[in-house]
């Protein structure tokens, strides 16, 4: 069993930073983590992710603004968040150990979420 256990969500005026963190306790060896946001009246996506071995994957609409992290005992993940837009506003949640691609799938675990708001 993995629980996964977000914060550093927040409001920021848009062109602002934010950094969410990721803590995973239990078993993760093997596992692919990452970052998925939903907004109001939209479909989860997938906004990145980085696998056990350290391969990154990012949706084309964070690409060069967010980067993702990770501790040495891979068992917290970082997302930082530059540059941010209105459109990045949503919930956004912690995953691991899902099955599928980079940044979509079904299963594994995930957190409770946490809330980014943009203004412009």
């Known amino acids: 069993q993995i629980q996964l256990v977000e914060s550093g969500g927040g409001s920021v005026q848009a062109g602002g930073s934010l950094r969410l963190s990721c803590a995973a306790s239990?078993?993760?060896?093997?596992?692919?983590m990452g970052w998925f946001r939903q907004a109001p009246g939209k479909e989860r996506e997938g906004v990145t992710s980085?696998?056990?071995?350290?391969?990154?994957a990012y949706s084309n609409s964070v690409k060069g603004r967010f980067t993702i992290s990770q501790d040495n005992a891979k068992t917290t993940v970082y997302l930082q968040m530059d540059s941010l837009k209105p459109d990045d506003t949503g919930i956004y949640y912690c995953?691991?150990?899902?099955?599928?691609?980079?940044?979509?799938?079904?299963?594994?675990?995930w957190g409770q979420g946490t809330q980014v708001t943009v203004s412009s």
């Open positions: 995953a691991a150990c899902w099955v599928g691609s980079a940044l979509s799938g079904t299963g594994g675990y």
């Open positions: 239990g078993y993760t060896r093997g596992c692919r």
């Open positions: 980085i696998s056990y071995y350290g391969v990154i």
